[in-house]
């Protein structure tokens, strides 16, 4: 009797494991940092602007809670660097000289310049001195320099007072030039907050860069007629034409002879360079559009490593 042999029975060949890509589009899912759409990206920050300005007036408090002048210090540094500046610039290199109303051109040089100086080394910060915040949350990371800008602008606001009575003290009138420091406020802080945020990103990156910052800022200080007047300074030398108009045109320059302008009756409009405005506008939008998309390109790699 023949035996008849069966093939045994066929199963069906194992369906392929899907991806993680194919699973999470199967249900919905989506990489909690990715990156989103600038103009997503921008409303998120909106809708975060309560939290950006909680943030930066808590920092503001704290800033100083340790010292026993506490928010004293908001006026009386800014103050004390313009005294040391006006001791050696003013009396042992006599740059004054030429210079109407001295000490508040001084004064106001100073203060311009350290809102730029002080968003810049916050940005330096924003980001890789809050590596616990980023891990730890989701929220748009451009808040970070942003709310450090801010904070830095209510200082200056603060110091602002010990200007107007230091401008007043001096006898100059109080007119109607004097609005114009708004809108050159809010163009200067587009423009720190598109550098905080350049910055934040290097040195999220590369922290190193943040040891350098204080000698690039000091020596920008110099070129920007913090302590002295640059048309004064230029006068009757063989300066370069390229070099007296970047001198002028420099972004840190523009705005203190701006606010300069409003605030300082002896200053006047032949001192501001041609078309003052329109380079302030186009700094604060190059600076600020610049940097947000600079800083947004990154978005995904902030708290990595």
Known sequence: MSQVLEAPPKHPAPAPTPSAQELAARYGLAVSNARPSLGRYAGQLWQRRHFITAFATAKLTTQYSQAKLGQLWQVMTPLLNAAVYYLIFGVLMNVKRGVPDYIPFLV?????????????????RAVAGNLGLVRALHFPRAALPISFCLQQLQQLLFSMIALVAIVLGFGLPLTPKWLLVIPALVLQFAFNAGLAMIVARLCAKTPDIGQLMPFVLRTWMYL??????????????????????ALEHNPAAVFIDLIRYALIDSFHSNQLPHHVWAWALGWALLAGVGG?????KAEETYGRG
């Open 108 to 124: 106001t040089g100073v203060f311009v310049f350290t809102f730029t100086q002080s968003s810049i080394m916050a940005g330096t």
């Open 224 to 245: 920007s007629g913090v302590m002295f007047s640059l048309q004064q300074v230029t006068k009757g030398k063989s300066v370069p034409h390229a070099v007296h108009f």
């Open 292 to 296: 947000f998309i600079y800083f947004w």
